[in-house]
């Protein structure tokens, strides 16, 4: 694609010569008189680059040069001049441009200061793909009551040290809320180091967290850093945290009052500075009453409660995210942009999501890959939520009213679900993000049979 190239001059042999010379070099050219003239055709039609006399009639090139960097301040500028001193280089420059040419204009340095520009252009354009692949901006889409509120807790308690326990259903966006709290902190240019508590073995967490030193253990050829290491004055995120031993516990929270630890197999105590940000789908007090967590631990890391709450609460936000999810996909997957009707949008409202955003996500992932035409339909979304079963049919929910096309979608959902469990009530309410007590109310409302073998 060839690039664009202004030139604003007043004199038209200037504009002639120079237009020329870019033309031959494989550009596309257009060319403005003044100052108002230039603002205007930048206005309509933003260029890559910009020539810019200084001396014109009107408003000079100074001051156009602070217009276009207020308007459009990622279009480079290269002055060009006849009265060239290094007084007015220097103030061309802390204004914004790119570079200075004197006038007449040299052939060679025409062309080697545009392709310099575009180069430079590349490589900023690189540097900041490269950023935010390492360092992505992340972004809570929403505009419910309580995703504003949470927004505004985040920006308050993220500049702070403070620990923090973020609490919601699996699939709510826990991490997302770690990540933009790590994001928006004085840590920010440090590691945000995480560990999901539940996916680590009980025998492996130690090592994983504190590190060990060579010959800790049979295997242990060289020192290992923990996380703990890792996220030295950056932040420590210990996710599902419920799920951690007493015995890791009890480490955890010598190590937050102390700041300090010692690798596994080591001697040597290690001084650490990390934020603690934790994240649980438990109800912490009642692990407390049942045991399972230690009540001095729970203090320590309960500082900023944060809650993240679930899909279903929050029926204004389901529009916003699935129209950012399907903008997102579609960059993503290199395909057109497709849009859900009014009637196939009104099913994912009233749908009561199970696993929350995070099916929300993948459905409409799944939506823009499988959709042929630009507009998602009805049909489209219903098999999208039978979960993949091929024996379910529910294209007759549409002639049914909501409330019992509800039920009846509820009714097929969960009895799928039990059966892909073995009829295990405890594993499908992990698996559907709901309270075993909600599945059993559930089952038994909507009078789902269950095989007499089922496990509690």
């Not at 899909?311 to 903008?327: G, H, P, S, Y």
Request: with cysteine.
């Amino acid at each position: 694609m060839k690039k664009n190239i202004l030139v604003v001059d007043d004199e038209s042999s200037i504009r002639e010569s120079l237009s020329g010379i870019l033309r031959d070099e494989g550009y596309d050219v257009s060319v403005a008189i003044d100052g108002v003239t230039a603002l205007k055709k930048v206005e309509e039609d933003p260029p890559d680059l910009i020539f810019l006399d200084i001396v014109m009639p009107g408003i000079d090139g100074l001051e156009t040069l602070q217009k276009l960097k207020e308007r459009f301040p990622e279009i480079y500028v290269i002055i060009i001049s006849a009265y060239g001193t290094i007084e007015t280089a220097v103030k061309a420059l802390k204004c914004g441009a790119f570079d200075f040419i004197e006038k007449p204009l040299s052939l060679e340095k025409v062309v080697l200061t545009v392709k310099h520009a575009f180069d430079f252009f590349k490589l900023n354009q690189e540097n900041w793909l490269l950023r935010e692949k390492i360092f992505p901006t992340f972004r809570l889409d929403g505009i419910s009551p309580s995703i504003t509120q949470l927004k505004e807790d985040i920006e308050r308690v993220a500049p702070t040290n403070a620990s923090i326990i973020i609490t919601g259903e699996n699939g709510s966006g826990k991490e997302l809320v770690a990540r933009l709290i790590h994001q928006h902190s004085r840590r920010s240019n440090k590691s945000l180091v995480e560990v999901n508590c539940a996916a680590i073995p009980e025998e492996l967490i130690e090592s994983e967290l504190f590190g060990y030193e060579k010959g800790a253990f049979t295997g242990a050829s060289s020192r290992k850093l923990g996380k703990f290491d890792l996220a030295h004055e950056g932040t420590l995120f210990l996710d599902e945290i419920g799920d951690m031993s007493l015995k890791t516990q009890a480490k955890i929270l010598r190590i937050l009052e102390e700041q300090k630890f010692e690798r596994v197999g080591g001697s040597k105590t290690i001084e650490v500075d990390a934020r603690l940000i934790a994240a649980t789908n438990k109800d912490l007090p009642e692990e407390i009453k049942k045991g399972n967590f230690r009540e001095d631990l729970y203090f320590r890391i309960n500082v900023i409660p944060l809650n993240v709450p679930p899909l279903r609460e929050r029926k204004d936000d389901i529009i916003v995210l699935a129209n950012a999810f399907l903008n997102r996909f579609a960059k993503e997957q290199n395909i057109e942009e497709k849009n859900i009707g009014p009637d196939a949008m009104d099913i994912l409202i009233n749908y009561t999501w199970p696993g929350n955003v995070r099916e929300l996500k993948n459905i409409i992932e799944r939506l823009v890959i499988m959709t042929k035409e630009a507009v998602i339909k009805p049909d489209d979304i219903v098999r999208s939520l039978r979960g993949g079963s091929p024996s379910n049919d529910f294209s007759h929910l549409f002639n049914l009213d909501l409330k019992e096309a509800k039920d009846t979608f509820e009714q097929h959902y969960i009895a799928y679900k039990l059966s892909q469990c073995g009829d295990n009530i405890s594993k499908t309410a992990e698996t559907i993000g709901i309270e075993r007590s909600h599945l059993h109310r559930k089952i038994k409302s909507l009078k789902i049979k269950l095989k007499g073998n089922s496990k509690k």
